[in-house]
């Protein structure tokens, strides 16, 4: 019998018959023989699940460490497959791996993919009501669920650390692991909670994982998270593909412009407000460019249908905010733009790293004036309010929610934000940038993009059900309509459903659906949930009095500090112009080389400058034109033509050539010579 079955048969034994046995014992006994059943190697799980015949480097490394048993920090470029390194091992290890991640969106969204693939998985966040809750526990603790993700602010309630006893875990992945660093762009207190989780769950191996952290944060992260000699595994950040670019510009919208239409294929524009992102993609609709737009303000409906018609290509160009992006893994983005500044170099380098993901050529453009720098700073100051104003707006959210000191406790509300400023007579930005604060000290939780369909879970069991159908004949055709649209799993779980299609099944109204619905919830039948498409607010802590909210004046003065310095490097970043755009982000993190990438824009400006009389240059780029101008030619052909051992020799000058725009990439990935070259490149 497989190790995972005699497990669940020892712990209801036990359990049953009142027995306390050191069940930690028991598992160190029988776990060596777990190798002999029911075990398949990384890559057959890798095959079976995922359809791909091998691993990203250093994917295989990370996982048979952690096979191994120990902490391991994994540091992966955005698009690196960070996922596998958890999803892999949890499928070979007996029990459950617990997953921490703070994106709710993204946290449903690997759910949802993993039980594509059949692989049982289930998460919970703020928002979701109790019942369903206690259902995915039991399941859990069944050994019905493989992977359970968690937000970072559920593992400080006392239900979760009872609950966690029961479990048997196997694995404890942390993503997104910078947000337990004070220095890290992203700081969430709730993080910190993660250290006193590992206590309780013994000799659990931990996995951190993230994109972007500096030395200083990768030190932070193995201190805060108490990993023992854990192995380290960094990509470099380098992305030779990429060719980053600073332009100083008055006319942005443009310049954007000439770029999108020298540079072909799937792009992102980047903007900071909501109204900017409509505008931008308006004004590309407006030249003949097919483009949306993405923010937190639209409804579920809007943003899916905007960020299905980017990934189809049935858009070619998305205005977003950086809202947008996380876990969407496009791998044919040519460019990504940003028309404002970003907040620090590390969002910088998530945001422009989802260009290229293919390892074709590719852009990642900043464009900015003066008066952007300016509004950096001013948002740097804005970013961290004052302590008396914290305050107030704590008080007026509790005052606009109705909620009384002491009570609201991992409760969720659904908030307006527009009425609240404008009702209490805030300042806008100030107000977000309070809630955000308030949210990063572990007193809110503020999640812009909350969706939730509506869900229903059958809570009798059959015989009841059937029951109630003989007694009540008017339900009888409704329960067995749900029953055939959505199965017996109801019975067992949480299911989405469509108030629409059960109505048009029945040939009946939304209104007279939902009417139903409720009814059977008010009489112990079923439990349904309505489905809820608005901003939401969560208290984490029991509501306090706002002059007695335990701020950290230091910490408020630290987290300043940052602030301006995080401002300072994009500045500096922006305004350099004397060196090579990838040395100065790989030196930023840490990452030390004197090897120019050769396809930034310094780079690219000495090599003007200085290789103009470069005859064995410019004969390649004229005889790489010649044959573009007959037929448009891949960038293998190209290289097998004139290569020779020159490989590096092509790549550079169809880079430069493209650069200066007398190339363009087609949707293709073939290169073609450009009909309207004036000597203006991007």
């Not at 593909?241 to 100083?248: A, D, F, I, K």
Request: net charge positive; with cysteine; charged share 25%.
């Amino acid at each position: 019998m497989c190790f995972g079955v005699f497990v669940l048969w020892w712990r209801k034994y036990t359990y049953n018959r009142g027995i306390n046995y050191a069940f930690v014992n028991i598992q160190q006994i029988f776990l060596p023989l777990k190798s002999t059943f029911c075990m398949e190697s990384p890559l057959e799980i890798l095959k079976k699940y995922w359809g791909y015949t091998q691993f990203r480097p250093p994917q295989d490394k990370i996982i048979n460490s952690i096979l191994a048993g120990k902490d391991t920090l994994a540091l992966l470029p955005t698009g690196g497959g960070k996922s596998i390194c958890f999803q892999v091992p949890a499928l070979m290890k007996e029990g459950l791996t617990l997953v921490v991640s703070p994106l709710i969106a993204l946290m449903k969204d690997q759910v949802q993919n993993l039980k594509r693939r059949d692989v049982s998985a289930a998460a919970i966040y703020s928002g979701m009501n109790l019942s369903e809750i206690e259902l995915v526990f039991n399941h859990c603790y069944h050994g019905k669920t493989k992977l359970l993700y968690l937000s970072p602010e559920r593992l400080k309630t006392a239900s979760f650390k009872e609950r966690l006893s029961d479990l048997t875990v196997s694995l404890l992945a942390i993503d997104e692991a910078h947000c337990i660093s004070q220095w890290g762009y992203d700081f969430r207190p709730p993080y910190l909670e993660i250290a006193n989780i590992r206590e309780l769950l013994g000799e659990v191996p931990v996995l951190a994982l993230t994109a972007s952290a500096t030395e200083r944060v990768k030190k932070d992260i193995v201190e805060k998270l108490g990993m023992k000699n854990p192995a380290v595994f960094q990509k470099s950040f380098l992305r030779s593909n990429l060719s980053y670019v600073c332009m100083e510009e008055e006319n942005k919208r443009e310049k954007m412009l000439k770029i999108l239409n020298s540079v072909k294929g799937t792009a992102i524009v980047y903007s900071r407000n909501r109204k900017g992102t409509e505008e931008i993609a308006g004004f590309l609709q407006s030249k003949k460019i097919s483009a949306g737009f993405y923010h937190a303000g639209l409804n579920s409906a809007q943003r899916n249908q905007a960020q299905e018609n980017w990934v189809n290509g049935k858009t070619r160009v998305i205005a977003a905010t950086n809202a947008f992006g996380m876990g969407i893994d496009k791998p044919d983005v040519r460019v990504v733009i940003h028309l404002d500044l970003p907040d620090s170099l590390e969002a910088y380098y998530q945001e422009a790293g989802r260009a290229g993901r293919d390892e074709k050529h590719s852009y990642a453009v900043v464009l900015y004036n003066a008066k952007d720098i300016s509004d950096l700073e001013s948002r740097s100051k804005q970013s961290v309010p004052e302590i008396s104003f914290l305050r107030k707006v704590y008080q007026s959210l509790a005052n606009f929610l109705q909620v009384g000191i002491g009570s609201g406790e991992n409760h969720s509300y659904d908030f307006d934000y527009y009425h609240f400023y404008k009702n209490f007579l805030l300042p806008p930005a100030e107000t977000y940038s309070a809630l955000r604060l308030l949210e990063r000290e572990g007193f809110l939780l503020f999640n812009e993009t909350f969706h939730e369909p509506s869900r229903l879970h059958i809570s009798v069991a059959g015989d009841a059900l059937y029951k109630y159908q003989v007694a009540h004949e008017e339900f009888d055709r409704f329960i067995k309509l749900i029953l055939r649209i959505y199965g017996g799993e109801l019975f067992s779980n949480f299911i989405h459903i469509s108030e629409k299609e059960i109505a048009v099944s029945s040939g009946t109204t939304v209104d007279n659906v939902i009417d139903r619905l409720k009814f059977l919830s008010k009489g112990g039948l079923v439990n349904y949930y309505p489905q809820k498409d608005k901003p939401q607010i969560s208290f984490l802590t029991g509501r306090y009095d706002a002059d007695r909210l335990p701020l950290d004046v230091k910490k408020v003065s630290f987290l300043k500090e940052i602030s301006d310095s995080n401002v300072r490097a994009v500045v500096s970043y922006m305004k350099e112009k004397n060196r090579c755009k990838t040395l100065q982000l790989l030196e930023y993190f840490g990452e030390l080389s004197d090897k120019k990438c050769g396809v930034c824009d310094f780079c690219l400006d000495e090599k003007n400058k200085h290789g103009a009389n470069d005859s064995g240059t410019l004969l390649l780029e004229k005889k790489i034109l010649t044959l573009v101008k007959s037929s448009p030619a891949p960038a293998e052909l190209l290289i097998e033509k004139f290569g020779a051992g020159r490989n590096s020799l092509v790549i550079e000058a169809i880079r430069n050539m493209l650069d200066r725009g007398e190339l363009l990439l087609t949707n293709n990935n073939e290169y073609v010579f450009n009909s309207g070259y004036k000597g203006i490149g991007v």
